[in-house]
């Protein structure tokens, strides 16, 4: 790694932590990657949240405003994906170091993020080979508002070639790294 990569992991590393591997997903629109049925409602939501806006605004005052998040809603779900989406996968990038992976993240709204998952001997490594690969690992539990858990998997998406990522943390999963 050069030096000014070494200097951005500063007060990010553990001392004796070293990044391994990094890459950035293939950004760029794939029609294969689409999700067809979530942009179809998506563009029903649209029609119908207009429709329904342009009746409640018949009535006057401002009751039309609702529907705009359905209209939003419709819009992320249908336009995202072809805008959106493969702007994020630009501003993504993931990292592999000896203990832990990350994925670093620079959004419309929420600006920058950085996630980190502690590997252990107890992740599970799975490589999905496709047009693009994806890695998954680990599983984060997360919490809803009843107190139900669920498991979120970890995925390093779109790499171009997952080979080499998936042999560094098979490594580090078996302590041989």
């Known amino acids: 790694m050069g030096s000014a990569v070494e200097n951005s992991w500063e007060g990010i590393l553990q001392p004796g932590e070293t990044v391994l591997w990094q890459e950035r997903?293939?950004?760029g629109?794939?029609?294969?990657?689409?999700?067809?049925?979530?942009?179809?409602?998506?563009?029903?939501?649209?029609?119908?949240?207009i429709f329904w806006m342009m009746l409640a605004a018949q009535g006057g005052g401002s009751f039309w405003m609702f529907g705009l998040i359905f209209l939003f809603i419709g819009l992320r779900n249908s336009v995202g994906q072809?805008?959106?989406?493969?702007?994020?996968?630009?501003e993504t990038v993931y990292s592999l170091t000896n203990r832990r992976a990350?994925?670093?993240?620079?959004?419309?709204?929420?600006?920058?993020?950085?996630?980190s998952f502690v590997i252990s001997p107890r992740d599970t490594v799975t490589l999905v080979r496709g047009r693009t690969d994806s890695l998954?690992?680990?599983?984060?539990?997360e919490f809803g508002r009843q107190g139900h858990s669920f498991e979120i998997r970890v995925v390093f998406e779109n790499l171009a070639d997952g080979s080499d990522a998936h042999r560094?943390?098979?490594q580090i999963v078996k302590g041989e790294r």
């Open 168 to 170: 560094i943390l098979t």
């Open 136 to 141: 998954f690992f680990d599983a984060e539990q």
């Open 102 to 115: 990350f994925i670093a993240t620079r959004g419309l709204i929420a600006g920058k993020a950085l996630k």
């Open 82 to 90: 072809i805008l959106i989406d493969p702007w994020l996968r630009g």
């Open 29 to 49: 629109l794939s029609w294969e990657d689409l999700n067809w049925p979530k942009g179809l409602l998506g563009l029903f939501f649209v029609g119908f949240s």
């Open 25 to 27: 997903p293939v950004a």
